[in-house]
């Protein structure tokens, strides 16, 4: 296997994102800490800085090491994702939900880690039956009984955004592996159902999904987030208003550095500044997949279409919640909000997918076993 240079249009999009996330949190966090204890308008930008730090540390290291490799992990990964699962009950909740470990003034969020742990197992389930992945029973149900396991403990912390984003790049990388349409078609179908009965059971759920329908129904109550995040995107208008120079951040934004920071960057930088983030991601998401494509093995091509799933997930539905094209879910914008578990990790396996390029084959056909 041919060691070649690493992809860098991946590279160079995830560092624009990066330096332009940096910024924004800068400046999307400075009313918050300024107007608090600290009085300090520079504290999530430093501690944002500290975890690209750590993060750029992870994504060095597993740029380098032989994905390959990794296969050698999915047992342990299995059980250290069951096990931080089960942790998170175990904490006090924070904001009503068991997502968190909390150790003095640290908090872990085993989410973050379970995601790319799952997408691991799975690539090498996957890879494995790849030949009997069309069959229900010999192929589907192994890696079925895993999404499910983690699926049903992440919906009961209760975290469905993260269940959604773990749906998703499940189905897809299910998808991508083989299996037989008419069953996915059925999976996502009882997918659907069960996420409709978990949205009816609790009324917050069921009231951010009537707020998505109506946004303009309560503005002071509960579509307030929705709309003050339109207004914040409406006044940023073709060039925005200025990088610093927005109004809505002032103690109208809910989470203004974390869920909604695509507000405050759109209104700020205007639609121009908007589109150019988004193209990163499509730059990002079609280079990934083009990793998929030339790895010349099926666990390499699998891990590269899990990780770019993730990613682009996660990217889509924050910005679809932002701009009111779906219920509020909690997910963060990749690269770009504020957080210590999502960035390190996402950075680390930006260094996985990094590493599938050294070795993926440009003019060879990719060949389909292990």
Known sequence: MRNRNIDWYVLVSVMLMLGIGIIMVLSASSPTTVAGESRDGFLYFRKQLTWIGVGLLGMLFMSRYNYRKLRELVIPSAILTVVLLLAVFAFEPRNGAYSWIIIGNYQFQPSELVKLCLILILAKIISVKH??????????????ILIAVVWALVVIEPDLGTAMVI??????????????LKHLGGIALVGAVVAGVAVVVEGYRLERFYAFLNPFEDPLGSTYQIVQSLYAIG??????VGLGQSMQ????????HT???????????????????IALFVIFASRGYLIARNSRDNFGSLLAIGITTLIVVEAVINIAVVTSSMPVTGITLPFISYGGSSLVFKMAAIGVLLNISRYSNITEQRTMGE
Do not use: C, R, W
């Open 249 to 256: 951040k002032f103690g109208h934004i809910p989470e203004q």
């Open 259 to 277: 869920d909604f920071i695509f507000s405050v960057l759109s209104e700020e930088l205007g639609f121009v500044g908007a589109v150019f983030v």
């Open 235 to 240: 006044s940023g208008g073709f060039l925005g």
């Open 131 to 144: 030949d009997k992945m069309n069959s229900f029973k010999e192929g589907l149900v192994p890696p079925l």
């Open 167 to 180: 749906g998703i790049t499940s189905f897809i990388m299910l998808y991508a592996g083989g299996a037989n």
